[in-house]
């Protein structure tokens, strides 16, 4: 439940390599559905950046589109299907009525997803809420019930310069999930911001930017090979 400020604080040492623009993640239920609609919205060519589950959509994407793809970004995110617990807990939000009343992610829920010394930063928790409001409760609904299975047998697929980025201290996705993801691609690179929680884009930018900028500049200006 995040919006397009999720980037606000990186914006201007990414905007060097084109227009930034925010895939629409509201309206849609499955991976597949998510994808298509952000593929409608995109540039012919175009660098993809997937943060969590926007990860899994990502990579979706170059499925659907693997000539588009001129590059691959995976931060925070991982190959694995959905738990029991977390698809029993997307049916529940599932069969809540659209008429109850959504006032964004729990401050528990927000600070599990950060670094244990951000439990307390009351902005940054409030920074997070806020965009789960902003989203409302039809797209929470809508993004709790996507269904994300595993695609570790799909990666040999993905044949786009890729980068996978972890987070040192990310209590949602491990350590060995982002190596999972970074081992089925070929080629693909792998970096480790070792000082952050599972939201790097909010709690350290600036390192994920001091990563991302360096790989950008090395890739060769040459689209993803068709499979």
Known sequence: MLDETLWDD????????????????????TLEDLARRALAEAPPSFILIGFSMGGYVAREMVRQA???????????????????AVRQGKRTVARAAPSVSFAG???TAIASSLHPREVDNEALIERVRTMG??????AFRNQSMVERPG??????????????????????????????????IAG????LVEDSGHMIPLEAPQALCDVIVPWLEALPPLRCREP
């Open 133 to 138: 409001v902003r989203l409302g409760g039809v």
């Open 105 to 107: 992610l729990s401050r």
């Open 151 to 184: 695609d570790l047998h799909l990666l040999g697929e993905i044949r786009c310069p890729t980068l996978v980025v972890a987070a040192g201290h990310d209590r949602l996705r491990s350590l060995e999930e982002a190596q999972e993801l970074h081992a089925g």
């Open 10 to 29: 990186m914006r201007d040492r990414l905007a060097p390599f084109g227009p930034l623009a925010h895939a629409d993640l509201r309206h849609d239920s």
């Open 188 to 191: 693909a690179q792998f970096a």
């Open 66 to 84: 693997p000539g588009r793809v001129r590059a691959l970004v995976q931060i925070a995110t991982s190959t694995r299907p959905d738990s029991d």
